[in-house]
């Protein structure tokens, strides 16, 4: 689903998504998002930040109370406070304009992925079911995005590992230069906020002071 | 001393306190003065004249007494002389007069017995030039002197002399002496008076002095406060006026000429804001077609093996200008968050060495050649934005490039205590030294005819000079023509400091040979 205001881009990213192999629904209003979403599920929402009706962040919290779809924001202010604001609301990625249609292709395709992995994976008393894409604890499955997931497996595949968040960047949103760290902190807080039983003394996810986070201590 | 006239000078009020009371001295001292002399002279004067003309009196009854007593015998005569001279002394007991009477010189011995000189008195206190006078004088005469006692005792005073003649023993001369102790005693009273009451007059001077200089200096004074505060930013301070004098009228000037001016500098500030709002909203704007615009493009050239050569050669073009006007969008951006004062340094520890060995191999990696790199084999750890710092080695290296004609580019750093410096030298084009100023201008071109090779926006030296400042660097620029140019930024290696010494020096150090091989 493409919800932009501005028509033409609206067409384009049609064309190229198209193009790219996609089907696409279109959308110009912030206040139409959630009819089509109940009527046609998509797979991954494309949205821009500055929409009539509501505004694409508060588009971004409707959906996320709803459904674990991932979203990748369009803005045209890259170092505003839209980014944060939309990261927060539970948004997956973002792309400033102008990009280039490959790069947008290549960072849905990430997001879409479903890489066949196989096994289960545990921080401390936390099972990671990546068969099933579930995480458990204490008997009690927690909702997670597919990127928060993403993220947590990562981690979780490497025990003991720090990873910086240029590391995190390429291995969970498929940058290959080092982009916007704010999206890794951004996210590792919202992971935590839903994983840990004390966010601000994490046990799951720990932070490395000037590194980045690894994993806390396994348990299989 | 010196001091205190550098105090004077700076103190309004002090300098008017002591112009008063200076003047208010002058005038006390001068009337006082004035007042005090008419004073003593007209009392020591009335009392001479009214001791002469009373003496004048006395001695001419006697006379007449002892005109009447020559018909008596000699024992009635003697009487009435005795008894004058009695009377005479007892007044003077009275009146601290003391009475003489001496016969005149050439008279014989006989004469002598009415001589009265009291016991202490110093005859010389009687002048002989006055003793003359009176002998030759027909009236009382008077000479002010001093009167000495042969205890060493003295008195101002004055001296009247007349003439007696006493029958059958002849003429003598009577003198009497005045002491005016007493009225020396009164005239130091009147001094002392004047003197103190002199003093108050210049007190009270001065107390008013200082509460009219209060009035009129304190409303100077808070101008002057005000003013202080409106210099150091603070648009809203105003003075207070509570009256409707000449000094409430400075004070309402004062106030209208602060409104006017916060008026203008608050509207010159929403203009420039505007004007920056608008810049930065165009950049915004134009962002999404630009996309479209993008997208379309790469469609096209996608395709371009299926158009003629013509049509693929235009979707190239179309696709690089594409990207040109996509930097210069993002450097426009940039530079309005230079002027809106928003951009914000992330400030970190890295190693400075290595981000220059990355810029360098990720920029041009096709014309790694050309570059001459020396750097210090350890780290240099520094603290700054990494990300502004390369932009700014890459807006350096690129330009050496552009400019250098092909010829080699010499990157180095070097380190001081406090600072670390990187030189990047090319030995192509070079500038002129009237172009120098220039160099760092906003879209600034050393020669407009010249064909752009680079396609860079010509914000780049511009921004790096802003990224440079925001890290309290310096970027300072050294160019002759066909020699080349030196650009050297200089940074502090810890943030918040800035630079002292500079361990690159601009003119490069290879410029003789340079010189001699032209």
């Known amino acids: 689903m493409v919800v932009d205001d501005d028509q033409d881009l609206a067409e384009m990213l049609s064309i190229v998504l198209t193009g790219a192999g996609m089907e696409v629904d279109l959308v110009n209003r912030g206040d139409q998002v959630m009819d089509l979403f109940n009527t046609h599920t998509p797979d991954l929402i494309l949205l821009d930040v500055m929409l009539p009706g509501i505004d694409g962040i508060e588009v971004c919290k409707l959906i996320r109370e709803k459904s674990m779809v991932p979203i990748v924001m369009l803005t045209a202010k890259g170092d505003t406070q839209d980014v944060v604001l939309g990261l927060e609301a539970g ?21 879409l992925r479903r890489v066949a992995k196989v096994g289960t994976l545990g921080i401390c008393d936390l099972v990671i079911d990546q068969m099933e894409h579930k995480v458990i604890k ?4 927690i909702a997670l995005t597919r990127l928060e997931f993403d993220l947590l497996a990562a981690l979780a595949k490497e025990p003991g590992r720090v990873f910086t968040r240029e590391a995190l960047l390429s291995e969970v949103w498929g ?27 994490p046990e799951y996810v720990l932070t490395v002071r000037g590194v980045g986070y690894k994993a806390g201590a396994a348990k299989v | 001393m010196f001091l205190s006239k550098i105090k004077i000078r700076q103190s309004l009020s002090l300098k008017v306190l002591l112009t008063s009371l200076a003047f208010s001295i002058i005038i ?71 009475t003489v009477i001496l016969p005149f010189a050439k008279s014989g011995n006989e004469q002598s017995i009415y001589q009265t000189v009291p016991t202490l008195l110093v005859l010389d206190s009687i002048p002989k030039s006055f003793r003359e006078q009176v002998r030759e004088a027909d009236e009382v005469l008077d000479k002010r002197v001093t009167i000495r006692y042969s205890d060493g005792k003295k008195f101002p005073g004055f001296l009247i002399g007349g003439k007696l003649n006493i029958p059958r023993t002849g003429v003598y001369e009577i003198y009497y002496l005045f002491k005016l102790d007493a009225q020396y005693q009164s005239i130091s009273v009147i001094t002392w008076t004047l003197f103190v009451a002199g003093l108050l007059l210049v007190l009270l001077i001065g107390l008013s002095t200082q509460f009219v200089i209060k009035q009129v200096v304190s409303p100077v004074q808070q101008a002057a406060a005000v003013a202080e505060k409106f210099t150091q930013g603070d648009l809203t301070s105003r003075m207070s006026v509570s009256s409707e004098d000449e000094l409430a009228s400075l004070g309402n000037s004062f106030n209208e000429m602060a ?93 400075i060495s290595n981000l220059v060995k990355k810029t360098v191999d990720y920029l041009h990696p096709s014309k790694s050649a050309l570059f001459e790199v020396s750097i210090p ?19 350096l290296i690129s330009n050496a490039v552009d400019h250098g004609e092909g010829k080699k580019v010499q990157i180095q750093i070097k380190t001081s205590e406090n600072e670390v410096a990187i030189g990047v030298r090319d030995y192509g084009l070079g500038f002129n030294e009237e172009d120098a100023p220039y160099l760092f201008d906003r879209f600034w071109r050393a020669d407009p005819s010249r064909a752009r090779t680079s396609g860079g926006t010509g914000l780049g030296l511009s921004i790096a000079l802003e990224d440079a400042k925001l890290h309290q660097g310096q970027l300072l620029a050294w160019g002759k023509p066909h020699q080349g140019a030196h650009f050297v930024l200089t940074l502090p290696k810890l943030h918040g400091n800035s630079v002292q010494s500079f361990p690159i020096a601009l003119e490069p150090d290879d410029l003789i040979s340079t010189a001699n091989k032209i």
């Open chain 2, 377 to 395: 084999d350890e780290p240099i750890e520094i603290e700054g934005d990494p990300r502004r710092i390369e932009r700014i080695l890459r807006n």
């Open chain 1, 138 to 141: 204490n008997g009690k499955e």
């Open chain 1, 91 to 111: 948004a997956d990625d973002y792309m400033v304009k102008p990009f280039k249609p490959q790069e947008l292709v290549a960072r849905i395709n990430t997001r």
């Open chain 2, 28 to 98: 006390a001292a001068v009337i006082g003065i004035s007042v005090h002399n008419r004073v003593a002279t007209t009392i020591i004067n009335e009392k001479i004249a009214i001791s002469k003309v009373e003496t004048a009196n006395a001695l001419y009854l006697a006379q007449g007494h002892f005109n009447i007593a020559r018909f008596q015998d000699d024992s009635g005569l003697n009487k009435v002389v005795q008894d004058f001279i009695t009377s005479s002394r007892e007044d003077g007991s009275l009146s601290g007069r003391e």
């Open chain 2, 259 to 351: 409104v006017s001016i916060q008026q203008q500098i608050v509207r010159l500030e929403n203009l420039s804001m505007l004007q920056q709002r608008f810049v930065s909203d165009v950049s915004h704007e134009l962002r999404t077609p630009l996309t479209t615009l993008r997208m379309a493009a790469e469609v096209i050239y996608e395709q371009k093996g299926n158009f003629d050569t013509n049509i693929a050669r235009s979707s190239e073009l179309l696709i690089n200008q594409i990207d040109r006007f996509e930097l210069l969008l993002s450097d426009l951006l940039e530079v309005s968050r230079f002027d809106a004062e928003a951009a914000a340094l992330g400030v970190v520890n890295f190693d």
């Open chain 1, 175 to 201: 940058y290959q230069h080092a982009a916007d760290t704010r999206l890794v902190n951004v996210h590792v807080q919202r992971l935590r906020s839903k994983i840990e039983s004390d966010a601000d003394n």
